[in-house]
């Protein structure tokens, strides 16, 4: 009998920020951004950003309990500048990494087109499937049960395919190198079937699925060739969207948009961590 695989309980959706990932972010805050000696405490506008992130508000119309936007705003804005929310999303892929919670033999890469708001703004374009109005792209790739490894923000008319590249270069850790025997595979669909597509992932050591151009899903038989594996991206691109502040672009900056999406991501490889601690 095959043994069964021990589940755990996931987390609930995180809301608060609670004491226990903030212990585990705080050196990363105390070597980026130290704390000052005046001002609300970090730990209330981490909640704040939390809140923006998931509400997609307003920065002036934060609830009072988190203090005043000209205080939160310029603390995101920082801590984006330095690179605090992109290290809190390392850190925690290496923790995950250290207790065998990160499966890079296969990958997959994927972009998702969202509404932009009429602010103008850099990394903004006409979309395709909104009439042509603003809107931006994020390309995503993830491991093999779907925790996010890099991102890119772009425009909405930029093709999937020639993201690909900056997007794997965006990796937040040092990607394993692959061998022949450890390989890693990278699922893509269609949209990256092209010269530009398969030579990024040659260039990058990547043993390509690569959906063709008109090839059919199932065999003669009506049966599924392999297991489906690509599935994994669109779902973390799904839980993405769950948040506001990423599913529509409010911000004017990339980069701060950016900071949303990494903050997402910080997030969503907590749970992971929260997860795979419990099963050593």
């Known amino acids: 009998m095959a043994r069964q695989e021990r589940r755990v309980k996931p987390l609930p959706t995180i809301w608060e920020v609670s004491d226990e ?5 705080q050196a990363i ?3 980026r951004d130290p704390p000052s000696w005046t001002g609300r405490d970090r730990i209330d506008q981490r909640a704040a950003l939390n809140y923006q992130m998931r509400r997609g508000c307003q920065w002036n119309h934060l609830p009072e309990q988190f203090g005043d936007d000209s205080s939160v705003h310029p ?10 929310l992109e ?12 207790l065998g919670g990160v499966d890079w033999q296969w990958q997959s890469a994927d972009g998702a087109m969202g509404k932009a708001r009429d602010l103008g703004g850099d990394h903004v374009g006409p979309n395709p499937t909104d009439r042509g109005k603003n809107g931006t792209k994020r390309s995503v790739i993830v491991e093999a049960d ?3 490894l890099g991102v890119v923000v772009a425009g909405a008319n930029i093709p999937d395919t020639k993201l690909l590249k900056q997007t794997m270069d965006a990796i937040v850790v040092d990607r394993p190198k692959p061998t022949d025997k450890t390989p890693q595979h990278l699922c893509l669909d269609k949209g990256y079937d092209n010269p530009t597509g398969h030579r990024a992932t040659a260039e990058a050591h990547y043993v390509a699925h690569i959906r063709r151009i008109g090839e059919e899903k199932l065999d003669k038989r009506k049966r599924k060739r392999q297991p ?6 669109e779902r973390t691109l799904g839980w993405m ?6 599913l529509i672009r409010y911000a004017k900056k990339s980069c701060n948009y950016l900071g949303l999406i990494q903050l997402c991501c910080d997030l969503l490889w ?3 961590q929260h997860r795979v601690s419990l099963l050593r």
């Open 75 to 84: 603390t995101f804005h920082r801590w984006v500048q330095k690179g605090v």
């Open 146 to 148: 779907g925790g996010p």
């Open 21 to 25: 990932p903030w212990s585990i972010i």
């Open 228 to 233: 489906v594996r690509r599935w994994v991206v």
């Open 29 to 31: 805050l105390d070597e």
């Open 87 to 98: 290290r809190i999303w390392a850190t925690l892929i290496q923790e995950c990494e250290e």
């Open 241 to 246: 969207s769950k948040c506001r502040a990423i």
């Open 270 to 272: 907590y749970r992971r």
